[in-house]
Each structure stands twice: as C-alpha cells, then as structure tokens.
C-alpha cells in the first residue's frame, strides 16, 4: 500500500502539465501510480505515503508563516511522508485578481512543487465572469480543481451562482473544495469583520448538484453545527482532519461520540488535511495515531479516499 | 475502533516523522491544563485516561476542582461530591493533581476554599476562570489577598486569559465575557506580586499581542493551549520570553493532544528546550508545594 502512491517528480508533472485538458490531471497521477505500483511489486510493505488535500502556499495576510517559503514547505511535507499536496494559494483569501493568483500558484506548483504539490486555483461566484476564471483553472493551468473561500469572498450557499459554479465544475470533472474557515474568528485582525459561514444551506445546494466532487476543510464541529447528519446522508461531501478536535477526536468522530460534532462521519468520507502551513502539519500527523485507528482506517484517511475524490 | 490497548499502534508514528510513545514519555509531559473531570466527573476523567495514557503524558494538573465556570466556588455541588473527589486526588496523587477555581468577586470566600482544599486538602493550586458571575478580573485589588495567599501556601496560579475580538469600537478583547481577564491583567498583577509565579493562560488567545503584554514580568509564565495550533506560536514565545517561561497544556478533552504537542513540535527547540517546555518549568515552580505534599516530581 505505501508503494502505491509514489510522488511525481517535476519532469513528470510537466509532462502531465502539456496533456489535453480533457484528461484531468488525476488521471496521468493515477496512471503514475499505478505504475508505481508495478515496480513496487514485491517490495517489503511500508508505511503508506500520505495525499494532504489541505495546503495553502505564501504568507498569509497577517502574519509571516514559518514555511511559507515553498521549498521549505516541501522539504517539510516529504519530512512526514506527505508525497503529494493539494495547495491553493493565501493570495486568493484576499487578492481581487484571482486569476493572477491562479497563476503565479500553477507556476509555483510547477516550478518548485518538487511533484508534490498540485495546485488548487480559486473562483468567486460573487463576481463577474468567474466562469472564465474556472474555464483558466481547468484549461490553461491544469488544475484538477478549484478552492472557495465563502466567509472571505462574501457568498453564501444559497446563491444560485454557487449552485453553478457546483454544476459547471462537476461537467468539467473539477473537485470543489470549500474552506469553512481559515483563522478562529476570535483572534480575526480587527480592521476585519469576517463572521463565520452559515452551513445550513449547503446539503440542499449539493442535493441540486448531486454529481459534484466537494470537500469541505477546516470543517470544524461548531461551524458543522445540526448539518451533519443531513451531509452525511443526503449528500455525497468529503470533510478534512485539519480542524477536528477533542482527544481522540477522528476516532470519536467517526463512531459519532466527538462531542462537537453533531453526527458521525464516516471514515470513507474524511480525508488527510493539515491546513499547513498555517497550522503546523504534525497537528493532522498526530490525530491519525491519537486515535486507536485500524490499518484499514489509516489507509483511507492518508491517501486511498483522496485518490478516489480525485480520480 | 478498539479501545484495548492504549499502547497499540497499527503504523509506528516514527515513520512519518513523529515522535513515537516511548519518545513522548521521555519528555516527561506535564498537562497545566486538564479538564478532564469537567463534565464528566470522575468517570469522564477515567474514560480519558485512554488518551492520556496513549499519549505518554505523565501528570494531569486538573483545573475544575469543586468548581464550574458558573459556579466557581462550587457551592451548588453536593458535600459527597466533594469528599469522591477529594479521596480521588488523594488516592492518585502520583498522576493528577487539582486546582481549585477561585472567584475574585468573593475574595474571602476564596480564601476560605483555598483553606479548605490547599492547606487542609490535596489541591496544589488555584485557577482563574474565563469569567466569574461577579465579573472582576484578576487585576482588581479583590485578588490580593487571594495571590498573598496563595503565596503564603506556594500554590500554582493558572490565570484563564483571552482577547477576543469585538465590541465597538472592534479590539482585542472587546468580546471578552464578564471578569475574563486579559493578559494585561496579568500584567497589572504581576508587577503588585513581583516574586510570585503567576500562569497566564492561553498565551492570552491572541497570542501575537498577549506575549507582548506580559513579556516583561519576569514572573509570569505562559501556558499556551487552548487556541488552534498557529505554526511559529512557540518559536515566537521563546523568542520574546525565553524557553524557561513556558509551560504546556493539553486542553483536554476538548481540545485534541495532538493540536497541543503539535505546537511544541513545530518549533525549533532542541531536546532539553522540549524537555523545560513540556513540564520541567512547571516542575519547578510546583516544587515548593509538591515537596510540602510529599508528591513525586
């Protein structure tokens, strides 16, 4: 099972950069891994590598982060085992060019992803001509999907333009990952005023939108609230670990006892995140072994569910 | 999921660059901050020895000792209440020890608790809610016969600090419940007691400016769980304060271990620098009572 996810190297990731957009990103990734996979026959088992779907490059805008340098953030990553990163970009929380941000990160990714990172771009649905911004994340940058940002960009789940976004991003096979939350609203810088996002809305959005690939991170219990029974059964949504507290806190919450979660989830919907490097990485690393978590639940949780999301 | 053995792991966290048990267990891990009978009472705190146990922490200092946030002198709960957990603490004094909530709106019955639990009793300290019905902070001259108290018995202070964003106009602090105190309460506070050791809490929440705050009381340490884990947390405190100032908590059950030794890991500290952050500086401004007690340092 560690075999099966081998990194890409850059010349790799550059050859996957030049193949038609109509055969996503994911699929030349699998294609790697499984040939990976091949070479690996016979190999003694190891630990399995790990896909972290919840990495952010640069600053963030309030604070100089310790890795924000993108080869320090990788050398860390490869420290923990983490051989692939979905990365969005701080310059999209609060940049109005979203598309230059797009790209200095598809260049980043590119240029200094060492085949880690895979670059996660990002599109407003409160703004104009946001399709082209998804049309570029998808045609031009390759991007296998794109990162919203609800409480930062001023859009809620009702809005029949994130219902299309959803739809639009499902036709073009493009995961959709919703951030709940960057920073705990009480320590927010004062000049910003950015409440926390009102949940309740978004079952009924993907029950509109049910062929949509969507993850929800930093999906922390409070900001969950009494909707995760309804995610879980109506909906087809994935969550991150990065925000998931309380001792033993994964463990809990997959049986349904992590008292600040409203519901259980189950292992085959959680995935790996580490919301690095904004949080340190060894936060989401701990929780897998905190929690008296199988071999089988460990496996999902560090890379099998991410690669389905992907695929 | 299995709860059998703690001890148990499927994958050797070695292998992902994570320290493993055993290794945790050298670091001689000392919780300032357990809620682990919050709730739960007794039971609870035994259903989270699970984790505590999986998590190589040695020594759990529990903060909710005959006391609730709305209740801190804890008046409402029931005489054999009391005595079960009094005969528990007694019981397992080699694993966990209790700090009594105080209430700085009631300072002489404050001092009657710490009377009754400290000089009389097994607790080793005394603990600040994040509020008290009264609403007085800590830097309220009710708190001095507390703290000189609290000084005569060599007791450990632990101060619930937060600056939470708010009010009009916004600012640090501004949403702050009643009698929560900030970390320039302390500081008010520490210069009155200058030779008392005194615990801010949470590193003030906002950790950024409640380091700054208290930085230049020399007799303040910072005790820093209880907000999420913000990579270069820990580099920053000892950049400011010196690593001899810090003291950890878990935040337990509420707050996952790993988000709290998450912080500490992110930093650059060498092993000894762990070792001082992770109990040997509370180790050292417990001994006095700890010796009194004939507890086990």
């Not at chain 2, 209440?81 to 709106?105: F, M």
């Not at chain 2, 016969?145 to 060599?154: D, G, S, V």
């Not at chain 2, 590193?203 to 913000?230: C, M, Q, T």
Request: contains cysteine; hydrophobic residues 40%; aromatic residues 8%.
């Amino acid at each position: 099972m560690g075999q099966l996810m081998r990194s890409i190297d850059r010349r790799s990731f550059v050859k996957a950069s030049l193949i038609p957009a109509a055969l996503p990103l994911a699929a030349v990734l699998a294609s790697r891994s499984a040939l990976s996979a091949q070479q690996a026959a016979g190999a003694a088992p190891a630990a399995p590598d790990i896909i972290d779907t919840n990495v952010h490059l640069f600053d963030w805008p309030f604070r100089k982060l310790k890795y924000a340098n993108t080869d320090a953030l990788v050398a860390k990553l490869r420290n923990h085992r983490i051989t692939q990163a979905w990365a969005g970009s701080f310059e999209a929380v609060l940049n109005k060019q979203l598309d230059a941000a797009n790209r200095r990160l598809a260049d980043e990714c590119g240029i200094r992803g060492g085949g880690v990172l895979i670059p996660i771009g990002s599109v407003n649905p409160a703004w104009a001509d946001w399709e082209e911004d998804l049309r570029r994340c998808h045609e031009q940058y390759r991007m296998p999907g794109v990162r919203l940002y609800p409480a930062y960009h001023g859009f809620t789940f009702d809005q029949p333009e994130f219902i299309r976004l959803l739809d639009d991003a499902a036709k073009r096979g493009l995961l959709v990952q919703i951030v709940l939350r960057l920073e705990d609203e009480r320590v927010h810088h004062f000049a910003t005023n950015i409440p926390p996002i009102n949940v309740t809305p978004l079952a009924d959005a993907l029950k509109k939108t049910p062929q949509a690939k969507v993850q929800l991170i930093n999906s922390a219990g409070p900001l969950l609230g009494n909707n995760v029974p309804a995610l879980v059964r109506e909906t087809q949504v994935t969550f991150d670990i990065a925000a998931t507290e309380g001792n033993g806190g994964v463990g809990r919450l997959i049986e349904g006892t992590n008292y600040s979660y409203r519901g259980a989830i189950p292992v085959g919907r959680l995935l790996f995140g580490s919301h690095a490097p904004f949080f340190p990485c060894e936060c989401a690393l701990m929780k897998l072994f905190e929690s008296p978590l199988s071999l089988e639940q460990l496996e999902k949780l560090m890379n099998a569910n991410a690669r389905r999301l992907i695929g | 999921m299995t709860l059998a053995d703690p001890r148990s792991f499927a994958l050797n966290p070695a292998a992902f660059g994570l320290p493993t048990r055993d290794d945790l267990v050298k670091l001689r891990i000392w919780d300032m901050h357990y809620h682990g009978f919050m709730n739960g009472g007794i039971r609870g705190h035994e259903e989270n020895m699970f984790y505590v146990e999986r998590m190589g922490i040695e020594r759990m200092l529990s903060l909710d000792i005959a006391g609730t946030g709305a209740d801190p002198l804890g008046n409402s709960i029931a005489p054999e209440k009391k005595r079960e957990i009094r005969e528990y603490l007694e019981q397992h004094a080699d694993r966990v020890s209790g700090l009594i909530p105080i209430d700085p709106s009631q300072p002489v019955e404050s001092c009657r608790k710490m009377e009754e639990w400290i000089a009389r009793g097994p607790c080793v300290g005394i603990k600040y809610y994040g509020g008290n019905p009264g609403g007085v902070v800590c830097s309220h001259e009710n708190n001095d016969a507390i703290i000189r108290l609290a000084a005569e018995l060599n007791a450990v202070i632990y101060i619930h600090t937060w600056m939470k964003i708010g009010g009009k106009p916004r600012r640090p602090g501004g949403d702050n419940e009643r009698g929560e105190s900030t970390p320039m309460d302390v500081a008010l506070l520490a210069r009155r007691f200058p030779d008392v050791p005194l615990v801010c809490g949470h590193s003030g929440g906002d950790w950024e400016l409640g380091v700054r705050a208290v930085r230049p009381f020399k007799n303040v340490y910072i005790e820093f769980s209880g907000s999420d884990p913000h990579s270069g947390q820990v580099d920053y405190t000892v950049r400011e304060v010196g690593v001899e100032r810090l003291i950890w908590g878990g935040h337990g059950p509420s707050r996952s271990y790993s988000t709290e030794l998450s912080k500490v890991l992110d930093a650059d500290l060498t092993h000894d620098q762990r070792l001082q952050v992770f109990g040997g500086n509370l180790r050292r401004i417990a001994a006095p009572i700890f010796k009194q007690k004939g507890y086990k340092l």
